[in-house]
């Protein structure tokens, strides 16, 4: 039997995604760079005086998704992050981008995201 083309979660997006709701306009966020690949938005809890989330406007769900579906897509967050790092004046003084993966990695939002995050010193071992 031969089912034609269905799309993937991946290129259609998620409904339930909120991620995706914020890509989409459905849900509002302070968008501080869009284009057709990549979305930035101000975290709704900063964990630090710049926090922003970069995002693929595809639904993966996380970096290594990302990494496997289209690894050049992963350069392109890493290169909006900087930009936006030093958009916030904080190239300088240094940033943190992390990629919470999975439970144990902290990850609670299953749409690929970058944390950008600066503006302070960071610690480490991260907790
Ligand atoms: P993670 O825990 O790595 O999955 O990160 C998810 C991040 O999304 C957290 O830092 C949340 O504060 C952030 N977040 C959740 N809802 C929103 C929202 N509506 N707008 C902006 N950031 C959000
Ligand atoms: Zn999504």
């Known amino acids: 039997m031969w089912w034609g083309y269905l799309p993937t979660v991946s290129e259609s997006g998620s409904t339930e995604c909120l991620f995706c709701k914020i890509v989409s306009g459905d849900i509002p966020a302070t968008v501080v760079h869009r284009t057709e690949r990549v979305v930035a938005f101000r975290d709704i809890d900063p964990k630090a005086p710049t926090h922003i989330l970069v995002i693929p406007t595809a639904h993966l769900a996380d970096a290594a998704e990302v990494a496997t579906h289209d690894p050049a897509l992963l350069g392109e967050l890493v290169a909006v992050a900087a930009d936006l790092a030093a958009a916030d ?7 943190r981008l992390v990629l919470n993966t999975g439970r144990d990695g902290g990850q609670t939002v ?6 950008l995050l600066g503006g302070r010193p960071m610690g480490w071992p991260p907790g």
Do not use: K, P, R
């Open 110 to 115: 299953f749409h690929a995201h970058v944390h």
């Open 89 to 95: 004046g904080i190239s300088g003084s240094g940033y």
